[in-house]
């Protein structure tokens, strides 16, 4: 059982690029959350999904964009990467909205 | 709007004490709270969560935490640490009563000395 897949684990991006982080989950989950974790700091909300077709924005939406075509997959995308969104990136899925979140294993986001 | 403070950024114990990490929170009801664990290069595992009920709450690894309203506060507690327990500890919230939108603490990132 694989869990929560988180691809890529590492990536140097430059200013200005794009790239979109791929998380997929094979529990059947209907949520699935984005969430950033800066140095020192705790995790925050990006984006979640409650199922397929169904996104909203968390508490740091600004420069990402989602979607939520399969209950599976809920990849992240950076449209123009800036060096703030340097960060741990880990994606997460739940049952319900009361259950328990599963963590991927979080990728490395570098811009400069 | 709600918050979580976690006092302590570090803390190192010897392998075989005891433990006890502190959580405060800010809200004006009672909130959904959680603790969870990451180890180097992993992503998060719950170890225990509060919804209601009990105020002592048992998890996993042999972890407790206990929630006291009066303290706004619910520490995470073990009797015995191991080695393999070294680690960062997050405490979070949920306000909206489901798990879907955590707040985070900034973590303690827990030191064990051999």
């Known amino acids: 059982n694989a869990g929560v897949t988180q691809t890529p684990k590492f990536r140097i991006l430059k200013i200005g690029q794009s790239m979109t982080l791929q998380c997929a989950q094979d529990?059947?989950?209907?949520?699935m959350y984005w969430y950033r974790q800066d140095p020192g700091m705790g995790l925050k909300l990006i984006y979640y999904s409650v199922g397929a077709g169904i996104t909203d924005k968390g508490e740091v939406p600004n420069g990402y964009n989602v979607s939520r075509s399969t209950t599976e997959d809920f990849p992240l995308r950076l449209e123009l990467a800036a060096p703030s969104q340097t960060s741990v990136y880990f994606c997460a899925s739940s049952y319900s909205g009361a259950t328990e979140a599963f963590f991927g294993q979080g990728t490395r986001l570098t811009v400069v | 709007a709600q918050s979580v403070t976690q006092p302590d950024i570090h803390i190192t114990v010897s392998e075989g004490a005891s433990l006890e990490l502190r959580c405060n929170y800010s809200?004006?009801?009672?909130?959904?709270l959680f603790w969870y664990v990451q180890s180097p290069g992993q992503g998060l595992q719950l170890l225990l969560k509060y919804f209601s009920g009990d105020t002592l709450v048992q998890g996993i690894k042999g972890f407790e935490a206990e929630f006291k309203r009066s303290q706004s506060s619910f520490n995470l507690r073990k009797p015995s640490v191991h080695w393999s327990d070294a680690a960062e500890y997050f405490c979070?919230?949920?306000?909206?009563?489901?798990?879907?939108?955590?707040?985070f603490g900034t973590g303690t990132r827990l030191q064990v000395t051999l």
């Open positions: 979070a919230l949920d306000i909206t009563g489901t798990a879907s939108k955590l707040t």
């Open positions: 809200y004006g009801a009672t909130p959904y």
């Open positions: 529990m059947n989950h209907n949520y």
